[in-house]
């Protein structure tokens, strides 16, 4: 099967229209739009991994936000593990005190 690449723009696009709904027109200049693969693109050979990448930078570049290429990369699985680790505690209240058990990791 071919590499979806148009998917991958049109899902990009659906996400900025999402965000669009939150973020007047006037303020999506100055609002930045960030995008870090994870493990599922670490996995896939490098060229199919760039051509992603490269879709995602086209999209975001075409949009209202404001973008840099660097700006779209893949995160290292450290990285990947300590926002995790963010996430599950923040879900679980530890950040704001509502947890009386100490923190996960």
């Known amino acids: 099967k071919n590499d979806d690449l148009a998917g991958c723009k049109a ?3 659906k996400l900025l229209e999402f965000a669009s709904k939150f973020v007047p027109i006037d ?6 739009v960030v995008l870090k ?3 599922g693109l670490r996995a896939v050979p490098a060229e199919k ?5 490269d879709a995602v930078r086209e ?3 075409a949009s209202s936000f404001r973008f840099q290429d660097d700006w779209v990369d893949i995160i ?3 990285e990947e593990a300590g926002l995790a680790w963010v996430a ?3 879900l679980k209240g530890t ?11």
């Not at 303020?27 to 930045?32: D, E, F, L, N, P």
């Not at 991994?49 to 990448?53: E, H």
């Not at 950040?95 to 990791?105: E, L, V």
């Open 11 to 13: 899902n990009i696009e």
């Open 88 to 90: 599950a505690n923040y």
């Open 27 to 32: 303020r999506q200049i100055k609002t930045a």
């Open 76 to 78: 290292k699985g450290k």
């Open 49 to 53: 991994a760039d051509a992603v990448l």
């Open 37 to 39: 693969a994870t493990a």
């Open 95 to 105: 950040f704001d005190g509502s947890s009386t058990s100490p923190s996960i990791g």
């Open 59 to 61: 999209t975001l570049s």
